[in-house]
């Protein structure tokens, strides 16, 4: 089955720096790639997603890549604010007979410091 | 309102003691799942649906079962729960395929302690 590694587990930046957040994925049937974000006591929240059909996506401070070939995407934040603080998780997801199986990384803790 | 109810939000029972974690949803979704969430495994998907009477198995699937009988409602149903399935429980829904969208929205979690 498909299995989903996340780097790093915690990152802390300055307020105003960048953030990357690295997965790698195995199953090469991956075709719906979402972040979430999840702050304390919250429901994780979509904050964008990629499609395997494309290589860049981005939303104003927000953007993923994907590299199919070699089965990673990333989550890159520029202009870091104190309210980005929260935990990140990945995903990599395909759809079979039954429904859509989503497989999580174990979560990136983000810090932004003032 | 848009949105993914669960009930109960909290729950405190004992090993053995069946219970059921009722999961709704108002926008027509076809999609629903369930996840559990624990620290530093992220969240783990337990099953899946993509309509009414039409579910699998997701990544942990023991001592779970789940029903489909209406395209609302999700339950998630633990027959005799033991204290590993202690956690923090959400349910999940989207447009599916045939809702030309993927994006999955999330219910505000139950947090289950079993003594």
């Known amino acids: ?114 | 309102e848009a949105q993914v109810t669960q009930n109960p939000r909290y729950l405190i029972t004992v090993t053995g003691k069946k219970l059921t974690v009722t999961c709704s949803q108002n926008m027509n979704h076809e999609y629903m799942s369930w996840y559990r969430q624990d620290p530093g495994l992220g969240l783990r998907q337990i099953y899946y649906s993509m309509n009414v009477e039409v579910t699998d198995k997701g990544d942990v699937p023991e001592g779970y079962k789940v029903s489909r009988k209406e395209k609302r409602n999700f339950p998630l149903i633990l027959e005799s729960p033991s204290p590993n399935q202690t956690s923090l429980y959400f349910c999940a829904s989207s447009p599916g395929l045939a809702g030309g969208t993927d994006t999955q929205y999330f219910g505000p979690g139950t947090r289950l302690t079993v003594l």
Do not use: M
């Not at chain 1, 972040?35 to 104003?60: A, F, H, T």
């Not at chain 1, 990945?90 to 410091?113: E, H, I, K, M």
């Open chain 1, 1 to 114: 089955g498909e299995n989903v590694e996340q780097h790093p587990s915690t990152l802390s930046v300055q307020e105003g720096d960048s953030a990357v957040i690295k997965c790698t994925y195995s199953d090469s049937a991956s075709n719906y790639f979402p972040w979430y974000k999840q702050e304390l006591g919250k429901r994780p929240q979509l904050i964008i997603d990629i499609r395997s059909n494309v290589g860049e996506k981005k939303d104003q401070r927000i953007a993923v890549t994907l590299n199919k070939t070699a089965k990673h995407f990333s989550l890159h934040i520029t202009e870091t604010q104190p309210e980005d603080s929260a935990v990140y998780f990945c995903a990599a997801s395909n759809w079979d007979n039954y429904g859509q199986n989503f497989v999580f990384g174990p979560g990136t803790r983000l810090s932004v410091l003032p």
